[in-house]
């Protein structure tokens, strides 16, 4: 994830037939909201290039419900901001102790230059016919998952593979319902083919049209609440603070769930709180969905700057920090301790964060080396640093939130779009939601694929459920 001022915006829902059908009537009426010209949207968003957030004092300079300005094509590095007390005073917590962990030599960190990609801007249109085809997958191939058998994990020798075998607590509901672990969204036994086969179009939905807040400055970390059925994503660049929107489908509007957020990447709790990187106040909260008020801290403030953030199904916290003094990623486990920042060989910016089904194995994305890498987790949830494996590597510029399917596929965002990895980290193609900072699956079925685009949320449908993660 890209971070913007001092870690489950937006998700393009492919729609079912009935619901298109519906969407082009209204673009037929002229209902101007849907933004059926994504051409138009492109255009007007030619100049918007994939990069970190903008900072704190764009934000701070800007009036609330203005759009704050562009972060400059070129600037790839995402500078910290002055922390500001947010207008709901926080309880206090006392700084956290730190065990130091002594890894290897980072490596150089290669800068990461945008490539430019359109973005469409401020409105809502239906998926356009002119929405490019994935790249790659298997054409004419049915969407729906096959049955029966489970899945074949990787061999004992890959241990950089995303084990299949779900794991984790809650129940597996037929309707997925919530909780954060594989066993609260993947049924059992199930098989199951491309993702990309018979992929919807990607649809596209702008912010709210109406209100004190009518603009997207940066948005990131989606997450899908389940037992609320509902959409939350931060705007982390917004003014004068980081926000939280909702959007319940198939309204396609979305509103303000929380003012004053501090937040950047969204992840969930085994009872759908939402799981919060404050990254304004340096900490890691828990925030109830239905009121978007905190409920506790999680992680007591520390040198750090939280980007992107996932919650195990025991309580374990995993969180990274791509750019601050704190650089690395951390782990604070149920007993309270905190460790990191962690960084292995060649590291240069940790950013999105992912668990495996089984919840054995953390995947760890590199927003400057374009990597992902695996780490063999213990039992405690503690992360074996010298178990690090190279899992895969993007092609597109920068590599941003991660995502997993209950096939134990891995979808990376970068500037180009969505890229998809199987669980042995071979490329399957690329979802072509162009410029793309962060993705979680949601829908009753969960197999609508949210992404987050700088001032856009874009919705499509895959053919494989996925993880609210």
Known sequence: ????????????????????????????????????????????????????????????????????????????????????????????????????????????????????????????????????????????????????????????????????????????????????????????????????????????????????????????????????????????????QERIFKLVPPATTPEVAMESSGSNGLSIDGDDNLVVADQRNHRIVRVDPTTGTMIEVIVPAGSFKPNDVIMSSDGSVYFTDPDSEGRGFYHYSTSGELTGPLLADGMGGPNGILLSLDEKTLFVGDVQMRTITAFDLGADGSVDLESAKLFATSTGNTLDGLAMDCAGNIYGSTATGVEVFDKDGNPLGTVPTGESSNATFGGTDRKTLYVTSRAILKAVTLGVPGLPD
């Open 1 to 240: 994830m890209f971070s913007v001022t001092p870690r489950f915006a937006f998700r393009v829902a492919v729609t079912p037939p009935a619901l298109s059908k519906f969407a082009v009537a209204l673009c037929s009426i002229g209902i101007a909201q849907l933004g059926c010209s994504s051409g138009q949207n492109e255009a007007n968003n030619q100049s918007n290039t994939l990069g970190p957030e903008a900072t704190a004092s764009q934000a701070s300079n800007t009036p609330t419900g203005s759009p704050p300005p562009t972060t400059p094509a070129g600037n790839t590095s995402n500078p910290a901001a002055t922390p500001t007390t947010p207008n709901a005073a926080p309880p206090a917590a006392t700084p956290t102790q730190v065990t130091p962990v002594t890894a290897s030599s980072s490596g150089p960190q290669q800068p990461v230059t945008p490539v430019t990609s359109p973005v469409p801007t401020g409105t809502t249109p239906t998926p356009s016919a002119t929405t490019p085809a994935a790249t790659g997958g298997a054409p004419n191939a049915s969407t729906e998952p096959e049955t029966g058998g489970a899945p074949v994990g990787p061999s004992a020798s890959n241990t950089a593979g995303a084990p299949e075998t779900p794991g984790g607590a809650g129940n597996v509901p037929s309707t997925p319902s919530g909780g954060t672990s594989a066993s609260a969204v993947c049924a059992p036994g199930a098989t199951y083919g491309d993702p990309l086969a018979g992929m919807g179009q990607v649809a596209e939905i702008g912010p709210p049209t109406m209100g004190d807040v009518t603009y997207f400055a940066f948005i990131e970390g989606p997450i899908w609440v389940g037992k609320l059925d509902t959409l939350f994503f931060s705007d982390n660049a917004s003014s004068p």
